[in-house]
């Protein structure tokens, strides 16, 4: 049964920093797509970053290009999002996701697995 459980969400004034982390369990990962969304109150979830688990290519929204960067660890089958000088417009609940494949994909409709989520708040 595939799990992926985030942390490292919490309280963060803007211009700082933070790692999301996503553990990985019940399958191997080789051969997927690794991604985050993010959903804020009121809005529909929307695409972060992914990353593909074998090569390493990435992709990113333009919201947050240049401020995150999306990495994995396969020892430790983990992926990580470090989010640096964030804005109040990041707040939001952070989700892992994951597919099968190799192209990045932006729609979290082509996306099987789910974790429960992480809340990021940045206060301004």
């Known amino acids: 049964q595939v799990q992926l459980v985030e942390s490292g969400g919490g309280l963060v004034q803007a211009g700082g920093s933070l790692r999301l982390s996503c553990a990985a369990s019940?399958?191997?990962?080789?051969?997927?797509?690794m991604g985050w969304f993010r959903q804020a109150p009121g809005k529909e979830r929307e695409f972060v970053a992914a990353i593909n688990w074998i090569t390493g290519n990435t992709a990113y929204a333009d919201s947050v290009k240049g401020r995150f960067t999306i990495s994995r660890d396969n020892a430790k089958n983990t992926v990580y999002l470090q989010m640096n000088s964030l804005k109040p417009e990041d707040t939001a609940v952070y989700y892992c996701a994951a597919k099968p494949g190799i192209v990045l994909r932006y729609s979290d409709t082509l996306y099987d697995y789910w974790g429960h989520g992480t809340q990021v708040t940045v206060s301004s």
């Open positions: 019940g399958r191997t990962f080789g051969g997927h797509i």
